[in-house]
């Protein structure tokens, strides 16, 4: 089967940083991702892992730890407009997704 | 470059009604999914398809029909609706082989009553 776990909603402040932890117990893995999903809207891709560590891209980074069956998302220098859902995914033969977490972004 | 089609964008069915919803990409992906979105539950994954003539089902097929007779579309068919079928519906799709980013559609909700 496939677990795959995160917090369901987190408050964080403009401008500080913020971590979003994604827990995956599936039967085969071929790589994490992470997409963002503004309400009412599509989701969008935002970092993708397949091996250990730490990817960058701007403001956002993700880790993977494989071993651990753990990733992380980090948004730094939050602003309002990182108020969104952000949707851990895993790949194997198909894509399942962890149930979301709602990220509140205040003044 | 339209990315990823889906029709309608809204739909209001009655129990045991069926329909048909449509996704059609243009970027000669082979790999299509549908997904649905129900609140604290996320995406939920109904069928799958890793390129023309094949698809698979997901974690929730029940109720859902699929077909892949191009690379471009990948219909869902509700057979008979139900209001456990109310929902949003998401169509995604990815090039494959090592390029698994996937592209969504705008999404269909769908109301039964």
């Known amino acids: 089967g496939q677990n795959i776990d995160q917090p369901t909603e987190m408050t964080a402040t403009e401008g500080a940083i913020v971590q979003i932890n994604c827990t995956y117990q599936t039967s085969g893995f071929n790589g994490l991702f992470w997409y963002q999903q503004h309400a009412g809207e599509a989701p969008t891709f935002l970092s993708y892992n397949v091996l250990d560590g730490l990817e960058e891209k701007g403001r956002f980074s993700s880790f993977l730890s494989r071993s651990k069956g753990y990733s992380y998302l980090l948004l730094k220098e939050l602003q309002m407009k990182d108020s969104a859902s952000y949707l851990c995914a895993v790949k194997h033969n198909d894509m399942r997704f962890g149930a979301g977490t709602r990220l509140t972004v205040k003044p | 470059n339209a990315g990823v089609t889906q029709t309608p964008k809204f739909q209001v069915l009655k129990t045991g009604q069926s329909m048909t919803l449509q996704c059609a990409q243009d970027m000669n992906h082979e790999y299509m999914s549908w997904y649905r979105q129900d609140p604290g539950m996320g995406l939920r994954l109904i069928h799958y398809s890793v390129g023309a003539g094949i698809t698979d089902q997901g974690e929730v097929p029940n109720g859902y029909n699929v077909s892949r007779s191009t690379t471009e579309d990948f219909p869902l068919r509700l057979l008979s609706a139900a209001p456990s079928q109310t929902s949003v519906y998401f169509c995604?799709?990815?090039?494959?082989?090592?390029?698994?980013?996937?592209?969504f559609g705008n999404g269909t909700r769908l109301t039964v009553t």
């Open positions: 995604a799709s990815s090039g494959g082989q090592g390029s698994w980013t996937l592209h």
